[in-house]
């Protein structure tokens, strides 16, 4: 018998635990079996809600933070990005970027059912690729390979109705209780915060399809 799986992503571009906590549930679902129909909704998070358009350089901003050279952080990053098959290099993308533009781009991508591809090439772009993912114009470039035109896509990170709807869904999941991304919510009732190894994904999966499937 068919199942069908929803899985709520909340996630931010910035985020390095978020493309590898990404990256890990895709792995999971594919090996679920093929009577399993996944429907992933992403959802915006803001990391910092006042990053300058220009960015921040995420060393400095590390530093003053947390008063620890960033490298030794990195590190650990780095190494589960490695073992879950992704060649991270953080030193390679020095600033972080506002990320409205990304997100309201991401929601409207739902409506045509690419938005899961599209956050990863997003996020992918960012880390891997080392691209300023806050310039509306490499954003509609991504997106032309997500069922947008250009033109389309420019229009949606312009527009400040949509970018402000984007903003008060960021700022309503941090009042919900999200305080930290990667956060999934599987079936509506299961969450699970952080970049978990991969077996973790997978018992997450397999108890949300169990909890799925009606009582005999």
Known sequence: ???SLKIDVFTDIVCPWCLVGSAR???AIARLGPDVTVDIENHPFYLDPNAPAEG???????RQKYGREPKEMWERVEGEARATGIALDLSKQPRAYPTARAHTLIRAARAKGTQHGLATAITEAYFLEHRQINDPDIL????IRFGFDRQEALQVVGDADALGETEDLALDAA???INGVPFFIFQRRLAM???QPADVFDQALARALQESVPAA
Do not use: H, K, P
Request: hydrophobic content about 50%; proline content about 0%.
């Open 1 to 3: 018998m068919a199942t």
């Open 25 to 27: 549930l895709d792995q």
């Open 56 to 62: 921040v350089v995420v060393a400095d901003m590390l």
């Open 140 to 143: 509609a470039e991504i997106a």
């Open 175 to 177: 009042r919900q209780g």
């Open 193 to 195: 915060s952080g970049c």
